[in-house]
Every structure is written in C-alpha cells, then in structure tokens.
C-alpha cells in the first residue's frame, strides 16, 4: 500500500525526512501500527519509543492526523489506511 507521511517537529533521527515535506512509501499492510513499523525498519531504529508508549501503544507525546484528522482514539494503531492517504505525525504540545 501507498501512503504519504509527513514529520512535522520530530527530533532524531526523523530530522533526515525534511520537516514538514511530505514523502511516499509502499508498505505491506493496511494500518497505522503496520506503516509505523516500516517506517522503523526503514531508518533502522531500535528504540520503539520514538513511535509507541511502554505497552506498544503510540505514544500520547504525539499526535496523529490522517487526511488533516486528528485520530485520538485508544485503537489509533489498528487504524485503517487506504491508497495514498496522508499522515502527520507531529508531538503533542508540552510532548
């Protein structure tokens, strides 16, 4: 699946996508749990903390838009994404 994502004010080592520049991936799977895990394959992170909480939930330091909608709910990370949808992912203020 295709989707567009956009780092907006996010420290290392997501500071190598240009902040706020929008860039595409293809990624196997269809939700927001399965993109995040790409996405931490593909900068080659270990610390999961920069995505999820210590029970493997997104961590409440940020927020997540999905097509400019704020998604806040506890199921966030079974989200479905669609082709070429757009995610923000940004820190919460006081994150």
Do not use: W
Not at 33 to 38: A, F, P
């Amino acid at each position: 699946m295709k989707a567009r994502i956009k780092f907006i004010g996010m420290p290392e080592p997501l500071s190598m996508f240009e902040n706020g520049k929008e860039f595409q991936v293809d990624f196997a799977g269809n939700t927001l749990k399965d993109l995040l895990d790409y996405l931490l394959l593909k900068i080659s992170y270990k610390k999961k903390n920069i995505f999820f909480d210590e029970n493997g939930d997104i961590s409440s330091e940020l927020f997540t838009l999905i097509n400019g909608r704020l998604v806040t709910d506890s199921n966030r990370l079974r989200q479905r994404l669609y082709e070429n949808d757009l995610i923000e992912i940004l820190p919460a203020p006081g994150g």
